[in-house]
């Protein structure tokens, strides 16, 4: 039996290094690509004969090739992918479609139905009556695919000749027409035909059906290449169209994660501004005092429990201080900048937050305070310690996080864009 | 003006009950502890005539303050560290111990681990531009002068933005960085070489300074050098020296400085000469003389949580 082993391949594998990038995007379009593939490479249109086992799949092909090059049994003979050529066409005979679903037979008879083949032969013999559930599951798939691929299905109803008579086999027929409304039924003797041919009785061969399975057959191959083409135009145009669907919302996302982290950073520095503007204008009355600088004049032993002057004034710009301290902190605590990133906090808990690390602990006298508020250099240092901590926060790496991978899924969607040949050139 | 409930039986008797003051099993000195402690703030509830919410303003502060954990440093703020000093030096004069280099507070930024060296080290490992150089030295004695031979002298102290390495929340300073452990020669002598720290305060915004704010006080420290001085022979020196010169030497919100603490800073040239890159430096001689333990026991070592590295 003549056997394709490239065929023993699992169903849908497509070419990985060729359709990588288009994969990593569209993940579900493999057997579109596969089938892709199979295009680029087919040369004979392909005939696939499927159906249940023991609906005499294989000797129908026999006849249509007019030799025994199948084997044919009455039990499930057909475990691979059988194929042969005939008269420019490529016959397969696909395992039976029968329970074992996941088996590596059902894999080759979807290999042989999805993408090996341009023209499916449905088969199901007259004797088993109406058509059972698998058998019109994979029918109206079959059907919504040749209306979408124009890969054509023909449906034969086989064994007419074990029927007790004409109306046993019309009844069959019109029950199956219910059951497929809109499609044409061809009925076949392949025994018929078999005597036929031996006997050399055309009116038998003629009463056999496959002379008109036949003309439908030639019509169908004839209509193939440019099937093909529609096919091939077709795959590239969907996943083309997805993709730049893909595209179009990845690059929405990221313009409009970017400009999030711009407007967010926008009110930051903002706020920011405003709030170290209002605090520069009190600090100036607070240092803005007549006189030499009491707080930088040491007190004595003898006053270490006493009030003086100095101390008033160290206490003053202190408190000072720390009010500014601690607005600050409310208004970063506001935009969720307030502990230290885990990297640099320390055992002292009561360190590690972003106001000691910008501010320090150092003591602040008058000069200290103008020029770290009452300056415009001050108050930028400032805003930019402030904002570094603020690209630091949970939040913000959040959203890097977000528009890193953002920017690689769009970075993906244009490579799978290039990956994929133009329309024409499948 | 508000009620007064506080001297009646009823919560006298809810007093004694609130510490099972009266009850058999349990530590009777914790008792006795929490007993007054909590019969004296009821107490200023009602001679303050303390409305609920001022109450409950001061619970919530307690959660911020051991949330930030500053508790250590409000114990330094409200004295409570220097009044346990206090004490120390009455029960000395009790004992009738004198002289010796004075006590101080500890503060809560030791890290147990420098690594030893002999006579004389480097401390500072990071650069510090605005830290000029500074070298420390002096000699370990007894009571009776004679110098202190396999002392371990122990030096800790800032950089120039206040912040101890180990807990610098700038990540700028490596391990150990400002922090040395020397041990002393038959001469007793030791010498640091290192940067000028500065003199640096509570958090600006966290809980300690916020209750000073109430209180119209910095919470600030002159620039310090923390030292621990610790022989097999004699008691434990827990102390630190001020920085002449520093405005806050009698104004630390710690309390911590004291007569004999401020040794005079000298400028001195030919830096390259002692081990400095620089010329000019300063220069700070501290002499550290300990003092005997009391009936072979020192009487003055402190159990407490401790940094290590």
Same mark, same amino acid.
């Given at each position: 039996?003549?056997?394709?082993?490239?065929?023993?391949?699992?169903?849908?594998? %497509?070419?990985?290094?060729?359709?990588?990038?288009?994969?990593?995007?569209?993940?579900q379009r493999e057997g579109d690509l596969a089938r892709l593939d199979e295009l680029a490479v087919a040369d004979a249109p392909v005939v696939t004969v499927i159906g249940k086992y023991n609906h005499g799949k294989s000797r129908l092909l026999n006849e249509l090739i007019r030799r025994d090059a199948f084997a044919v049994a009455d039990r499930r003979q057909t475990v691979h992918l059988a194929e042969c050529?005939?008269?420019?066409?490529?016959?397969?005979?696909?395992?039976?479609?029968?329970?074992?679903? %996941?088996?590596?037979?059902?894999?080759?008879?979807?290999?042989?139905?999805?993408?090996?083949?341009?023209?499916?032969?449905?088969?199901?013999?007259?004797?088993?009556?109406?058509?059972?559930?698998?058998?019109?599951?994979?029918?109206?798939?079959?059907?919504?695919? $040749?209306?979408?691929?124009?890969?054509?299905?023909?449906?034969?109803?086989?064994?007419?000749?074990?029927?007790?008579?004409?109306?046993?086999?019309?009844?069959?027929?019109?029950?199956? %027409?219910?059951?497929?409304?809109?499609?044409?039924?061809?009925?076949?003797?392949?025994?018929?035909?078999?005597?036929?041919?031996?006997?050399?009785?055309?009116?038998?061969?003629?009463?056999?059906?496959?002379?008109?399975?036949?003309?439908?057959?030639?019509?169908?191959?004839?209509?193939?290449?440019?099937?093909?083409?529609?096919?091939?135009?077709?795959?590239?145009?969907?996943?083309?169209?997805?993709?730049?669907?893909?595209?179009?919302a990845e690059a929405e996302t990221l313009s409009s994660l970017r400009q999030q982290q711009a407007a967010q950073r926008h009110v930051f520095d903002d706020g920011l501004e405003t709030l170290l503007a209002a605090i520069g204008r009190d600090m100036e009355v607070v240092v803005a005092l007549a006189g030499p600088d009491l707080a930088l004049v040491a007190d004595t032993g003898r006053e270490r429990y006493?009030?003086?002057?100095?101390?008033?004034?160290?206490?003053?710009?202190?408190?000072?201080?720390?009010? %500014?301290?601690?607005?600050?902190?409310?208004?970063?605590?506001?935009?969720?900048? $307030?502990?230290?990133?885990?990297?640099?906090?320390?055992?002292?808990?009561?360190?590690?937050?972003?106001?000691?690390?910008?501010?320090?602990?150092?003591?602040?006298?008058?000069?200290?305070?103008?020029?770290?508020?009452?300056?415009?250099?001050?108050?930028?240092?400032?805003?930019?310690?402030?904002?570094?901590?603020?690209?630091?926060?949970?939040?913000?790496?959040?959203?890097?996080?977000?528009?890193?991978?953002?920017?690689?899924?769009?970075?993906?969607?244009?490579?799978?864009?290039?990956?994929?040949?133009?329309?024409?050139?499948? | 003006?508000?009620?007064?409930?506080?001297?009646?039986?009823?919560? /006298?008797?809810?007093?004694?009950?609130?510490?099972? +003051?009266?009850?058999?099993?349990?530590?009777?000195?914790?008792?006795?502890?929490?007993?007054?402690?909590?019969?004296? +703030?009821?107490?200023?509830?009602?001679?303050?005539? +303390?409305?609920?919410?001022?109450?409950?303003?001061?619970?919530?502060?307690?959660?911020k303050l051991g949330s930030e954990g500053e508790a250590a440093l409000l114990a330094a703020g409200i004295g409570l560290e220097h009044y346990i000093d206090m004490r120390l030096d009455a029960e000395d004069a009790e004992l009738g111990i004198t002289g010796g280099t004075p006590r101080t507070i500890e503060g809560p930024l030791y890290v147990a681990g420098a690594p030893e060296q002999k006579s004389k080290?480097?401390?500072?490992?990071?650069?510090?531009?605005?830290?000029?150089?500074?070298?420390?030295?002096?000699?370990?004695?007894?009571?009776?002068?004679?110098?202190?031979?396999?002392?371990?002298?122990?030096?800790?102290?800032?950089?120039?933005?206040?912040?101890?390495?180990?807990?610098?929340?700038?990540?700028? /300073?490596?391990?150990?960085?400002?922090?040395?452990?020397?041990?002393?020669?038959?001469?007793?002598?030791?010498?640091?070489?290192?940067?000028?720290?500065?003199?640096?305060?509570?958090?600006?915004?966290?809980?300690?300074?916020? +209750?000073?704010?109430?209180?119209?006080?910095?919470?600030?420290?002159?620039?310090?050098?923390?030292?621990?001085?610790?022989?097999?022979?004699?008691?434990?020196?827990?102390?630190?020296?001020?920085?002449?010169?520093?405005?806050?030497?009698?104004?630390?919100?710690?309390?911590?400085?004291?007569?004999?603490?401020?040794?005079?800073?000298?400028?001195?040239?030919?830096?390259?000469?002692?081990?400095?890159?620089?010329?000019?430096?300063?220069?700070?001689?501290?002499?550290?003389?300990?003092?005997?333990?009391?009936?072979?026991?020192?009487?003055?070592?402190?159990?407490?949580?401790?940094?290590?590295?």
């Amino acid at each position: 039996m003549p056997e394709d082993s490239s065929l023993r391949q699992p169903a849908t594998r %497509a070419h990985p290094a060729r359709w990588r990038d288009v994969l990593y995007v569209l993940p579900q379009r493999e057997g579109d690509l596969a089938r892709l593939d199979e295009l680029a490479v087919a040369d004979a249109p392909v005939v696939t004969v499927i159906g249940k086992y023991n609906h005499g799949k294989s000797r129908l092909l026999n006849e249509l090739i007019r030799r025994d090059a199948f084997a044919v049994a009455d039990r499930r003979q057909t475990v691979h992918l059988a194929e042969c050529r005939h008269a420019g066409v490529r016959w397969l005979d696909a395992p039976g479609l029968d329970a074992d679903v %996941a088996g590596e037979d059902d894999r080759h008879a979807l290999r042989a139905v999805w993408l090996a083949s341009d023209i499916r032969l449905f088969v199901h013999a007259a004797r088993e009556g109406e058509l059972d559930a698998v058998e019109r599951a994979l029918l109206e798939a079959l059907r919504a695919d $040749s209306r979408r691929t124009r890969r054509e299905t023909l449906i034969v109803v086989t064994q007419a000749d074990q029927m007790e008579d004409d109306d046993a086999l019309g009844r069959v027929m019109s029950a199956i %027409a219910d059951q497929v409304p809109g499609a044409g039924l061809l009925v076949v003797s392949s025994t018929r035909h078999r005597r036929g041919l031996e006997d050399g009785k055309t009116l038998l061969i003629q009463r056999s059906g496959i002379p008109e399975l036949e003309r439908a057959l030639a019509d169908a191959l004839a209509r193939v290449p440019a099937a093909r083409a529609h096919e091939a135009r077709l795959l590239l145009g969907e996943m083309r169209a997805e993709l730049e669907t893909v595209r179009r919302a990845e690059a929405e996302t990221l313009s409009s994660l970017r400009q999030q982290q711009a407007a967010q950073r926008h009110v930051f520095d903002d706020g920011l501004e405003t709030l170290l503007a209002a605090i520069g204008r009190d600090m100036e009355v607070v240092v803005a005092l007549a006189g030499p600088d009491l707080a930088l004049v040491a007190d004595t032993g003898r006053e270490r429990y006493a009030t003086t002057a100095a101390k008033l004034e160290r206490a003053h710009i202190q408190v000072a201080y720390s009010r %500014a301290c601690i607005h600050l902190d409310g208004f970063l605590a506001g935009h969720g900048v $307030s502990g230290l990133p885990r990297e640099q906090q320390t055992a002292a808990g009561s360190l590690n937050t972003v106001m000691v690390a910008v501010m320090g602990v150092s003591v602040k006298f008058r000069a200290d305070l103008h020029r770290m508020f009452c300056e415009a250099p001050g108050r930028a240092r400032l805003q930019a310690a402030f904002a570094h901590y603020f690209e630091l926060s949970r939040s913000r790496a959040a959203l890097r996080d977000r528009i890193t991978e953002s920017s690689v899924a769009l970075d993906a969607a244009d490579r799978a864009l290039a990956a994929l040949p133009p329309d024409t050139a499948p | 003006m508000g009620v007064k409930i506080f001297n009646g039986k009823d919560v /006298q008797d809810f007093l004694r009950i609130i510490a099972n +003051l009266d009850g058999a099993s349990g530590n009777e000195r914790a008792k006795q502890v929490v007993h007054r402690i909590v019969s004296d +703030l009821f107490k200023t509830i009602e001679d303050f005539d +303390l409305t609920p919410d001022e109450v409950w303003l001061g619970i919530n502060y307690l959660n911020k303050l051991g949330s930030e954990g500053e508790a250590a440093l409000l114990a330094a703020g409200i004295g409570l560290e220097h009044y346990i000093d206090m004490r120390l030096d009455a029960e000395d004069a009790e004992l009738g111990i004198t002289g010796g280099t004075p006590r101080t507070i500890e503060g809560p930024l030791y890290v147990a681990g420098a690594p030893e060296q002999k006579s004389k080290a480097r401390l500072d490992k990071n650069p510090d531009p605005d830290a000029g150089p500074l070298r420390i030295h002096g000699r370990v004695t007894g009571p009776d002068g004679a110098p202190v031979a396999d002392a371990l002298v122990e030096v800790w102290h800032s950089d120039s933005k206040g912040f101890y390495s180990h807990f610098d929340p700038t990540g700028r /300073q490596s391990e150990f960085n400002l922090r040395g452990a020397i041990r002393t020669g038959a001469d007793g002598r030791y010498e640091v070489l290192t940067r000028m720290p500065a003199s640096y305060g509570c958090p600006p915004s966290g809980a300690t300074q916020t +209750l000073l704010n109430q209180l119209n006080r910095h919470g600030n420290r002159p620039a310090h050098v923390h030292f621990f001085v610790t022989t097999d022979s004699f008691r434990k020196l827990t102390t630190q020296f001020n920085i002449e010169g520093d405005p806050l030497i009698w104004d630390d919100f710690a309390f911590a400085t004291r007569e004999g603490l401020i040794p005079h800073v000298v400028e001195r040239t030919g830096g390259q000469a002692v081990g400095f890159e620089e010329d000019g430096y300063r220069d700070i001689e501290f002499n550290i003389e300990l003092t005997p333990k009391v009936a072979g026991k020192d009487n003055q070592i402190v159990e407490r949580a401790r940094a290590a590295a």
